[in-house]
Every structure is written in C-alpha cells, then in structure tokens.
C-alpha cells in the first residue's frame, strides 16, 4: 500500500470503512506510515497542538472490575485512597498549569459515578476554577453519570466531558465486566445531551489483536469524537494486567498512525506509557499525534510540563502561551 496517496485520498475527504481490508496499515513500512499520518495531521488539523493535564478527585476503592486500574476495590494495589477535597485544591492546581501554557484541566474521580456531596463538590470546584481562570478549558471524567449532573457541570465551566470506550466491543468483555461496552455508548449520549464536547479513548497493550485497535478507532470515528487519547499500559502490581508485555515503541508508534488514519480530524492525545520513550515521545507528534496529557497520570507517572512544551514547540507546533 502506498501510505502517502492514502493520506492524500484522505485529505481530499475519503474515510476509512469496517468493510476494507486494513491489514497493511498493521504490517506495513511504518516509517512511511509515519509520514502520511504526519501528513494528514498538519493538513486538516494544521500545527495547533493542545496540553492537557489531570488531577485525582477521587482515589480508590472504585466498584468497577476494570482489570488494568489500580484503583479498583477488586484488586489488591497499594493504590492511595481519599475522597473529593475542597475546591481550593483544584484552583491552585488548575492556576499552576495556566502558567505553564496547558489548555486543558480536568478533574479524574474514581467510582461508577459522582454524585450526592461529591457532585456538591465537584460543581463548587468547577465553578471557583471557570471564575478564576476563564480561559482553562475544564473537562470532567466522572463515570456514568446523568444528563441533569453533567448539565449542572457544563453551567458550572466544563466544556468536554470523558469516557473511554476503553478497546473494541469484542474485547471490552475481557477487561471489566461490572459494566458494559454499551453503557460507554450510552454516556457519551448523555454527555453530548448535556451539550458538552466528548473526550474518548483507551488503552492500548492490554492483549487486544490489531485488527480490536482498528475496530477501536473506527467506532470513535463514527462516532465523530474529536478528542482520542490514548494510554500505553503500564503493568501495575496487583492488577489482573500485571504481568502483561510491554508494547515497543514501534507498536505504540503504529497505533497513534492508525488513529489518525482513521480519525484525520481528532485531537489525537497521548496519555500514560509515553515515559517509555526516553526523548518524551518525540516520534509520537510525527506520527498523527497533536495532543498530550502532561504531568502526572494518576496513578502512573507522566512527564513533567515544561519540558512537553518545550518539545512541541521545538517540533514547530503552535501552543498556548506560558506566563512563568
């Protein structure tokens, strides 16, 4: 396949499909893979890239069985337990990455869902953020929650709400079990009637074939969400995925260029795993990626700020101006 004229096809308005044979995008030369990815990025989504950065709400003893979380309750991790602080915390936090030239600030809470005092908590958090520093862009990551909730954080400044899809419809099943893949489908609904943009991804490495990442970024794709990030396991003791193979950076450099392939419009953000490149990622951004999470990633250890910066705009991109 001639990764170059499949990027001008799709710069010139052809998508991917479920009934082509995608199998060159897995095996084929990945340098000129590489190349075409790049290609479609800096056309239709030109050289803006995006930082985001997250903070823990909520830590542990989460319900849910997903298998590769270290805060699950079903599984023994030294993960740090603590329920939602005050909204003091997050402005100070959220005031720190302004500064430092992230576009993005969003509150991760463990647990099915927020609600009762820590929703109270959350909409006070949001609003004291969105009155502060007005142009943060607030996301919010939450679980399965109401339309009416989300509705009370959009008003309160969110403007993105998250939720993985996590992998592909087949394999979800082998991953969690304690919800569905549909209930994914149906809270990006409600957080689109809610009127609030979509952030939807996954994590890649967790035993899924090449053709579940295909299936992965095509369901995004039809889904028409335009902010994918995307995690790199990171095996963490105590999880069910404790033991599972690393993925090389080659493969993790194959996966962000099939996403773009299939996603020529999205935010593509990298998340947790880019701390196996010892550059910080340098060929991900290169490949189709134009976003990144930056910091610390919950319970995995990101990269810091100022040195992402830094990389981005050494790669020409244009980002959100720092103040310090």
């Known amino acids: 396949?001639?990764?170059?004229?499949?990027a001008e096809?799709?710069?010139?308005?052809r998508r991917l499909q479920r009934t082509e044979d995608l199998t060159e995008l897995f095996t084929g030369d990945l340098e000129a893979l590489s190349l075409g990815a790049d290609r479609i990025r800096q056309v239709l989504c030109g050289n803006r890239?995006?930082?985001c950065s997250i903070v823990n709400g909520?830590?542990?003893?989460c319900s849910e069985n997903c298998k590769f979380c270290a805060q699950s309750a079903h599984h023994p991790t030294d993960c740090e337990t603590y329920d939602f602080p005050e909204a003091d915390e997050f402005v100070t936090g959220c005031g720190n990455?302004?500064?430092l030239g992230v576009d993005r600030y969003s509150i991760v809470t463990s647990g099915r869902a927020v609600e009762g005092d820590a929703l109270e908590k959350s909409v006070r958090a949001y609003t004291a953020m969105h009155t502060r520093y007005p142009d943060m862009k607030l996301c919010a990551s939450h679980g399965l929650m109401t339309v009416q909730d989300m509705a009370r954080l959009k008003a309160a400044g969110v403007s993105m709400y998250h939720t993985n899809v996590e992998t592909s419809r087949r394999f979800f099943p082998h991953i969690c079990t304690s919800h569905t893949y549909e209930d994914k489908l149906a809270q990006i609904r409600r957080a689109r009637e809610a009127g609030l943009e979509v952030c939807s991804g996954g994590i890649l490495g967790m035993g899924e074939s090449w053709q579940d990442r295909a299936d992965m970024a095509l369901m995004l794709a039809e889904l028409e969400v335009r902010s994918i990030p995307l995690n790199f396991l990171l095996p963490?003791?105590?999880t069910p995925l404790a033991d599972q193979p690393l993925l090389s950076t080659?493969?993790?450099?194959?996966i962000v260029a099939l996403f773009r392939y299939c996603n020529p419009e999205a935010y593509i953000r990298i998340a947790a795993g880019r701390i196996r490149f010892g550059d910080g990622g340098l060929a991900l951004f290169t490949s189709g990626a134009n976003a990144t999470l930056t910091g610390d990633m919950l319970t995995t250890t990101g990269n810091h700020t100022m040195q992402d910066w830094m990389l981005l705009a050494g790669l020409g991109y244009a980002l959100k101006e720092k103040a310090v």
């Open 9 to 13: 096809e799709i710069i010139k308005g």
């Open 250 to 254: 080659d493969e993790i450099r194959r």
């Open 58 to 61: 909520r830590s542990g003893r």
């Open 236 to 238: 963490i003791p105590g």
């Open 1 to 6: 396949m001639d990764f170059i004229q499949l």
């Open 49 to 51: 890239a995006e930082l």
């Open 97 to 99: 990455m302004s500064r």
